[in-house]
């Protein structure tokens, strides 16, 4: 079974917002970020003409290019996408421009103040502003200040501040970082970014529960009798073990990805659809979530870091052998864990989030398990019905699929599962656009919805902190399991469910 669309004439009509002239400045410029996912999606963007024609972009670095040479090297990035729309790079391309910056110098951000000057008199930018944090984390705070004491963040209307990801590295430096900015900027200036939040499918989460009325009815402990969140990736750390580290699963995926499926999955209606009362909603759920046991945390936590595996043709190998990473290491790049949220809600009812790297898998998924009927009138194939299933397929095959059981044909009653899927591609035929293109659109638009607010942020740290202290302090008492890589992680995992007797879902 599929979902078609009731009204295929509505589709077409995006309701786009109108992005003013401005410039948007990339501090970081020679990282892979820029080219990676910044600057193709703001082609992406050019080319759906959602920019306007009065705007620029100002990559900042500390190297020396020119703005030809920053040309270049994003033209080779893009390589592949310019072959098939060569004019339009031609003039997007127009709009890039290159100052070399140390924001640690404050001449430099002199500099920095009279070019974008000279920017706003050649393409009428206007003195709006967009700043883009994609420097090492440890410059987030400085970075927010040498901009603030350069007077560039002093018009709230005009200027705006975007920061990429992990704001903090506990509760603790979350705190203090976001004094700091908090400091050099009002919060409404402030885009704390999540590109998890940029997908699709994890804003189809609010529209499924908020614009349907079927669902919010059973959408509580009364129905609900377990969540498991995923997040499976098939790679390993690639080429990012000087970051990779010192951050591991559960700061790089849990605290900020799952956290955010995890809030938009259990929030309360907000009051209306405004950026505030979505993010009070977020915040207040966040603040009510709690790890299974706090005081215990090793029984409701399982860390695993992948062993070498993979097949006779495609042998690959373990973490500890990886470019840049300590033989030694006790990094996890597998986590799972047990969480409850105490509301009215949610009470009682287990929430289990995983993630990994080198899993047999690239998948994402929220699914909602819901109560068993109360009594079996029909032989089920397979001995019990299976309970229903509601299945958020966040990536890849984005869409919604839905557990039940039905009659098996044949001349007894016996039943059977079976699954009815919705998927994006299918239903809309097109692409959804990376999550950077909408979180990029939204920052230049001011609007900060799909953005983590600080008091998010802080939550989000403080509901791990008793794990990351246990880490820190006694981390035998958190060991990580070796898995082979390309399986669904240590088998430990599957004793955190086990004794609820539930599984993992293997997708
Ligand atoms: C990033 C993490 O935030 O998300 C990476 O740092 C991870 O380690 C990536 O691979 C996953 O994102 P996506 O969009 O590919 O699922």
Known sequence: ?????????????????????????????????????????????????????????????????????????????????????????????????????????????????????????????????????????????????????????????????????????????????????????????????????????????????????????????????????????????????????????????????????????????????????????????????????EDEPWKCCVRGQYAAGGSANDPLRGYREEPGVNPNSTTETYVAMKLFIDNWRWQGVPFYLRTGKRLPKRLSEVVLTFREAPVHLFDAAGGSPTANQLILRIQPDEGAGFVFEVKAPGSGMRSRPVDMHFSYDESFGEPSDEGYVRLLADAMLGDPTLYTRADEVEAAWRLYTPLLELIEDSPWQLPVHPYEASTWGPGASDSLLASDDLMWRRP
């Not at 410029?29 to 050019?46: C, N, Y």
């Not at 997007?92 to 002199?110: I, K, M, N, R, T």
């Not at 000279?118 to 944090?133: C, E, K, S, V």
């Open 1 to 293: 079974m599929t979902a078609t669309l009731t009204n295929p004439l509505r589709v077409g009509l995006r309701q786009e917002r109108v992005i003013s002239p401005q410039c948007l400045v990339i501090f970081g410029a020679s990282g892979d970020l820029t080219h990676r996912k910044l600057v193709p999606a703001l082609f992406e963007l050019f080319r759906q003409r959602r920019l306007p024609s009065e705007f620029a972009i100002l990559g900042c670095a500390r190297r020396p290019w020119s703005d030809d040479e920053f040309r270049a090297k994003m033209a080779a990035a893009l390589a592949p996408v310019i072959r098939d729309h060569p004019t339009a790079w031609e003039q997007f391309a127009s709009g890039l421009f290159y100052e070399p910056v140390d924001l640690q110098q404050s001449e430099h951000l002199v500099r920095l103040a009279h070019r974008l000057e000279a920017i706003d008199r050649l393409r009428a930018t206007r003195a709006n502003r967009t700043f883009y944090l994609s420097v090492s984390p440890d410059f987030y705070g400085s970075g927010c200040r040498a901009l603030a004491d350069a007077g560039l963040l002093s018009d709230p209307k005009r200027s705006r501040v975007v920061i990429e990801k992990p704001f903090g590295r506990d509760y603790g430096s979350a705190e203090q970082l976001n004094r700091i900015v908090q400091a050099c900027a009002q919060e409404n200036q402030v885009f704390r970014i999540d590109h998890y939040l940029g997908k699709e499918t994890v804003q189809n989460i609010l529209v499924l529960r908020f614009a349907n009325t079927i669902f919010e009815p059973i959408w509580n402990r009364n129905f609900i009798s377990s969540v498991q969140i995923t997040a499976a990736e098939t790679v390993g750390v690639e080429e990012r073990a000087g970051y990779y580290e010192s951050s591991g699963a559960l700061r790089d995926m849990v605290q900020n990805h799952l956290t955010q499926m995890l809030a938009l999955t259990t929030m309360e209606a907000p009051g209306r659809f405004d950026p505030e009362a979505i993010r009070n909603e977020k915040a207040k759920v966040l603040q009510a979530a709690r790890l299974a046991n």
